[in-house]
């Protein structure tokens, strides 16, 4: 696959997930560091609704384009997980604002139970869910 093509289709994969690591990339493409650090070089400098997560990976900052999202370059075949059809897409597209959420600020309170995952690990997720519920507030 050419430098370009690679980079139309990170461009669409930044478009739909608005994210996406390096090393997504590099697995998704194929890349080895000199071609990652290429393709982000060129994103970073050409488009500016794509900025960098340092170390991390690439963030889409700009609107999602229904035009450009809509007539994408198809993913190769082996590289296809999901086929949404166009005129589905483009519903999908068109009728955004009413499927978005609303942005807030937020205060989050993150917090870990020592050993948590080795006592859920492998379970399911409702009896995982039942193990720690009591050891939550409610």
């Known amino acids: ?4 093509t690679i980079l139309d289709q990170i461009l669409a994969l930044l ?3 608005q994210r996406v690591t390096y090393q997504a990339l590099q697995r998704q493409f194929h890349l080895d560091g000199t071609a990652l650090n290429d393709l982000k070089a060129e994103l970073l400098y050409a ?7 340092p170390g991390r990976g690439l963030v889409w900052s700009g609107d999602v384009d229904t035009a450009a999202a ?5 993913a190769s075949p082996q590289n296809r997980t999901l086929y949404t059809p166009p005129y589905l897409a483009e519903k999908i597209l068109l009728s955004r604002s009413a499927l978005e959420g609303e942005r ?5 309170l993150f917090t870990d139970i020592k050993s948590s995952m ?11 869910q039942q193990l720690l519920d009591p050891a939550l507030p409610s």
């Open 47 to 53: 488009y500016p609704q794509v900025r960098e997560d």
């Open 1 to 4: 696959m050419d430098f370009y």
């Open 15 to 17: 478009r739909q997930r």
């Open 118 to 128: 080795e006592l859920v690990g492998g379970r399911d997720p409702e009896e995982a």
């Open 104 to 108: 807030k600020h937020v205060t989050v």
């Open 70 to 74: 809509v007539d994408a370059p198809p």
